[in-house]
């Protein structure tokens, strides 16, 4: 089935800092979600994108559809300790059922205060 | 609204037992998915059903059987339990025509 690299695996960052993490795959999509997800709890979504070149922001966070359809950024700026979580990327290629994702391995972030 | 709830929240079971996992939800969502997460794995699809009356298959469906009881209900059974079952079991649905996804807080069983 289709692949999802989200990278990087675990960041460890201190308050304050940007954080940066992308999710690539070898063919298109027509979406991407990014989730979060906090400890002992189940993801919860943050932000959607559906058209290539779309970039749409949720307070502090930041996410980019790529123009090749095949990638998606999410930024966090001026971290906080609230941040703290798993993130996943989950994407739909042409044709999917459309509530059927493929999900990223996740990005553990960790914020120093 | 309760959004997706599950029952039970931790469980324990000793390898060969047998369990069901309880997921429902009040949003009048069509779609209804099984996922276990394992450390360092994301989500993995075990089943899904896209509509009330149907199930099928996701990446990892071997060990596990479903029940998609009404539209709010969606059941995860193991028959006979195994160690590489442990895993934290999340439910999650969708409205129709939509990506978003909305998950319940997840079950987290260990069989020793």
């Known amino acids: 089935g289709q692949q999802l690299n989200q990278s990087p695996q675990s960041m460890f960052i201190q308050e304050g800092e940007d954080v940066s993490m992308n999710c690539t795959s070898s063919s298109i999509f027509n979406t991407w979600l990014w989730y979060k997800q906090d400890p002992g709890e189940g993801p919860v979504l943050l932000i959607a994108l559906y058209k290539a070149g779309e970039l749409t922001s949720n307070g502090r966070l930041t996410a980019q559809f790529g123009i090749t359809r095949k990638d998606s950024f999410l930024n966090i700026s001026a971290s906080i300790p609230s941040d703290v979580g798993i993130y996943f990327c989950?994407?739909?290629?042409?044709?999917?059922?459309?509530?059927?994702?493929?999900f990223g391995d996740g990005t553990t972030l960790t914020v120093k205060p | 609204n309760a959004g997706v709830t599950q029952t039970p929240k931790f469980q324990v079971l000793k390898t060969g037992q047998s369990m069901t996992l309880q997921c429902a939800q009040d949003?009048?969502?069509?779609?209804m998915y099984w996922y276990r997460q394992d450390p360092g794995m994301g989500l993995r699809l075990i089943y899904y059903?896209?509509?009330?009356?149907?199930?099928d298959k996701g990446e990892v469906p071997n060990g596990y059987n479903v029940s998609r009881l009404n539209k709010r209900e969606f059941s995860l059974r193991l028959e006979s339990a195994a160690p590489s079952q442990t895993s934290v079991y999340f439910c999650?649905?969708?409205?129709?025509?939509?990506?978003?996804?909305?998950f319940g807080p997840g079950t987290r069983l260990t069989v020793t």
């Open positions: 989950a994407g739909h290629p042409p044709g999917t059922n459309a509530g059927k994702s493929t």
């Open positions: 059903s896209a509509s009330e009356g149907t199930t």
């Open positions: 999650a649905s969708v409205l129709t025509g939509r990506y978003e996804q909305y």
């Open positions: 949003m009048n969502h069509n779609s």
